[in-house]
Every structure is written in C-alpha cells, then in structure tokens.
C-alpha cells in the first residue's frame, strides 16, 4: 500500500524502535505524528524530522489522551497507518525470597500501558483508518508490537510477558474484525533490540547478550524493525500475523 503524502501516527514515537520507523517512514514521503509522554525529547525528534512530522504528546493508557492524538494528526493529513511502540517493563518474580506475592499495582500498570495503550491506539486509529477512501483496495494498516517474551517469558517477567502475550492473542481476531473495512493488522514480537534502555548496560553485559544470538550474532537494531514495519506496509498480503524479529533466539529462563 502505498501512503506516500499520508499520516502515520506512531505511539512511544520519540525514541527507540518508534523513532527509527519514523525516520523511515519520512524517508519514503509519509507524514509522521510522533505520539510520547516524553514532551522534550518527542519535540526534539519531531523538529529533527523536520516538516513532515509532528508531536503531539500522549498518554497512551489515557483514552481521551489518545482520542484527542488521533483528532490532531488527522489535521495533518489523511491517517493511514498506526504503529504501537509505547511499553515498559519491570522485573519481578510470582513470590520473592521471602514468600512475598507480586505487586498488583505494578504488574497492573505494565498491562495497561503495554496492553490496554496498545487496543487504545488500536480502537481509536481503527475508527479513522475506516473512514479513509480505499487505496490500492485498503484503507489502512496498523502494527502492533509484542515481544519474544510473550512466548519465552523469562524469570521476572510475568507482567511483561502477560502484556505481549495479550497483543499476540488479539492480533489475529483484530485482523478479521477489520476485514471488511479493509484495515490490516500485523504485529512484530522483536527480540533482544539495542534501544536507550540497553544502552545504560556494561560492553560486558551487552556482549553476552550478542553472543546469545544464532545468527547474526548481535542485538537487533531499531532500524532492523522499522525496516521490517515498510516491509509490511509494501506487502499486503501480510494480515493477521505475528512477525518474530530475533535472529533465531529464543530465551532461556534467565
């Protein structure tokens, strides 16, 4: 599908893996609306981007916040894409040392921004993409990320594991609920990827995480997913699916 002109509205859009898509995506002539609660560094992106982008700061689990995001970048131009990037993480084990259960209020604060920001960004940009005039017999594309966790969860990571593994399972069944407004919806599980928050780790550490790789043997890179997101945005018979980006990885329990 060919959005050359048009808007892509990308969530967690100020940094990391969201950055880089919009980077490539400006590259190819679409108009970007870069979505983050970061306001400094998603202003700064934008401005870097130059006249194609734009930032409109959000709160993702907010669904007037998202709402209102979708209301702003349809002023920009006709939306035909959304990306979900926005997510976080915590490390935490079902009971600690001492018998303690899990925090509820963390691993509920994971799911709602992971997964409850994602089906907003979803619901919302479902809602505009439906309306658009069909172009080459679509009328819009929306790509979710999950992450290998949702299939090789590791020690500590039930609220993120169990927030990837709800955008896995709503993938499928989003893809056939918007087949008849001809929106497509794929999701990328990436793997290890060498965003900022890698970045604060020793050369050590990152090295055994290099080596821990099949082929090739090094992180991902943020432009090896958005490189992956034009592929799905040229190739339309993608739908419905769940993309593994991880140079053949799969995680060991820690």
Same mark, same amino acid.
């Given at each position: 599908?060919?959005?050359?002109? *048009?808007?892509?509205?990308?969530?967690?859009?100020?940094?990391?893996?969201?950055?880089?898509?919009? #980077?490539?995506?400006?590259?190819?002539?679409?108009?970007?609306?870069?979505?983050?609660?970061? !306001?400094?560094?998603?202003? !700064?992106?934008?401005?870097?981007?130059? !006249?194609?982008?734009?930032?409109?700061?959000? /709160?993702?689990? *907010?669904?007037? @916040?998202?709402?209102?995001?979708?209301?702003?970048?349809? !002023?920009?131009?006709?939306?035909?894409?959304?990306?979900?990037?926005? %997510?976080? %993480?915590?490390?935490?084990?079902?009971?600690?040392?001492?018998?303690?259960?899990? *925090?509820?209020?963390?691993?509920?604060?994971?799911?709602?921004?992971? =997964?409850?920001?994602?089906?907003?960004? =979803? #619901?919302?940009?479902?809602?505009? +993409?439906?309306?658009?005039?069909?172009?080459?017999?679509? #009328?819009?594309?929306?790509?979710?990320?999950?992450?290998?966790?949702?299939?090789?969860?590791?020690?500590?990571?039930?609220?993120?594991?169990?927030?990837? %593994?709800?955008?896995?399972? &709503?993938?499928? $069944?989003?893809?056939? /609920?918007?087949?008849?407004?001809?929106?497509?919806?794929?999701?990328?599980?990436?793997?290890?990827?060498?965003?900022?928050?890698?970045?604060?780790? $020793?050369?050590?550490?990152?090295?055994? &995480?290099?080596?821990?790789?099949?082929?090739?043997?090094?992180?991902? +890179?943020? @432009?090896?997913?958005?490189? &992956?997101? =034009?592929?799905?945005?040229?190739?339309?018979?993608?739908? %419905?699916?769940?993309? #593994?980006? /991880?140079?053949?990885?799969?995680?060991? $329990?820690?």
């Amino acid at each position: 599908m060919n959005i050359q002109g *048009d808007v892509a509205v990308i969530s967690g859009g100020a940094s990391g893996l969201g950055l880089a898509t919009a #980077r490539a995506l400006v590259d190819v002539g679409v108009r970007v609306v870069l979505a983050d609660r970061n !306001e400094e560094a998603g202003g !700064e992106a934008s401005k870097n981007l130059g !006249e194609f982008a734009r930032f409109v700061s959000t /709160d993702v689990v *907010d669904e007037t @916040s998202v709402s209102n995001l979708m209301a702003e970048a349809s !002023e920009f131009g006709v939306i035909r894409m959304v990306v979900s990037c926005a %997510g976080i %993480g915590i490390a935490e084990r079902t009971i600690d040392r001492g018998g303690k259960p899990h *925090d509820l209020s963390s691993f509920e604060r994971v799911i709602n921004v992971n =997964l409850f920001g994602t089906f907003n960004m =979803l #619901r919302y940009g479902a809602s505009y +993409l439906s309306k658009n005039d069909p172009r080459d017999g679509q #009328r819009g594309l929306i790509v979710n990320t999950a992450s290998i966790a949702a299939y090789d969860g590791q020690i500590g990571q039930l609220a993120y594991s169990a927030s990837k %593994g709800g955008i896995v399972g &709503l993938t499928l $069944p989003a893809a056939r /609920d918007l087949s008849s407004a001809g929106i497509r919806v794929v999701t990328v599980a990436p793997g290890i990827m060498d965003t900022p928050l890698l970045g604060t780790l $020793p050369e050590d550490v990152k090295s055994a &995480l290099d080596a821990s790789v099949p082929f090739p043997k090094r992180l991902g +890179l943020p @432009s090896d997913f958005a490189k &992956l997101v =034009l592929s799905i945005l040229d190739n339309d018979y993608l739908n %419905g699916e769940v993309i #593994r980006l /991880d140079g053949a990885l799969r995680m060991p $329990p820690r």
